[in-house]
């Protein structure tokens, strides 16, 4: 059974354009959360997608959102990019909404120059 | 307010000497509270979870809601157990899972 999918592995932008992230969940898993991973910083809640809809999302700004498209997978786009958004950012799935064990993706490393 | 507080950045300990990794939570009601773990080059996977109070690779985690704490705890250190380590909770309405900023064990040979 494939794992938590996620592309690009790597991307570079530059300040100002906009990233697209993707994320494929574990088959079977309806919930799909993502997180950022900056240096030093742990992993930071963006978004919590669930059955189509977005569940929570985090402290972020609205340039960061996303969507989950019919067969769960998900997508994270990232608008007016800034230096700061540099990160490794972390897709997770889980069988059903809330209380439940992340699985995780390897994740995509954005780089804004 | 959630949240999850992990005060050791890094922790560097001897092989065969006791581990204790540092958790402390804040949170109103019961949270549901995990251990995760990454590996050099591996993903981040769980470790454990308190509900199934069981001991994963030797590593124990209590949960004391006195205290809110949820130290993992390990009584002989091996090299392989060098990794970043997140504490997490689940708690309430939301149901989103919020992590510490993780302690990165370092078991020295």
């Known amino acids: 059974e494939a794992g938590v999918t996620q592309s690009p592995t790597h991307l570079i932008k530059t300040r100002g354009q906009q990233a697209t992230l993707r994320c494929s969940p574990i088959?079977?898993?309806?919930?799909v959360y993502w997180y950022q991973q900056a240096l030093g910083l742990g992993l930071q809640f963006l978004l919590w997608?669930?059955?189509?809809?977005?569940?929570n999302r985090g402290n972020f700004p609205p340039r960061f959102s996303g969507r989950q498209f019919p067969n769960y997978s998900s997508e994270l786009n990232v608008n007016a990019l800034e230096l700061e958004d540099s990160a490794l950012y972390l897709c997770?799935?889980?069988?059903?909404?809330?209380?439940?064990?992340?699985?995780f993706g390897a994740g995509s490393r954005l780089t804004v120059l | 307010a959630q949240r999850v507080t992990q005060p050791e950045k890094l922790l560097s300990v001897f092989k065969g000497a006791p581990v204790e990794l540092k958790c402390n939570y804040s949170?109103?009601?019961?949270?549901?509270l995990f251990w995760y773990v990454q590996y050099s080059r591996q993903r981040l996977q769980l470790l454990l979870r308190?509900?199934s109070r069981e001991s994963i690779k030797g590593f124990t985690a209590d949960l004391n809601k006195g205290e809110t704490s949820f130290h993992l705890k390990k009584p002989f250190a091996q090299e392989e157990d060098s990794a970043m380590y997140y504490c997490?909770?689940?708690?309430?309405?939301?149901?989103?899972?919020?992590f510490g900023a993780g302690t990165r064990l370092f078991v020295k040979a």
């Open positions: 997770a799935s889980s069988l059903r909404s809330g209380a439940n064990v992340l699985t």
């Open positions: 088959s079977g898993h309806t919930s």
């Open positions: 997608y669930d059955e189509g809809e977005e569940r």
């Open positions: 949170y109103s009601g019961s949270p549901e």
């Open positions: 308190h509900i």
């Open positions: 997490a909770l689940i708690g309430g309405g939301g149901f989103k899972t919020i």
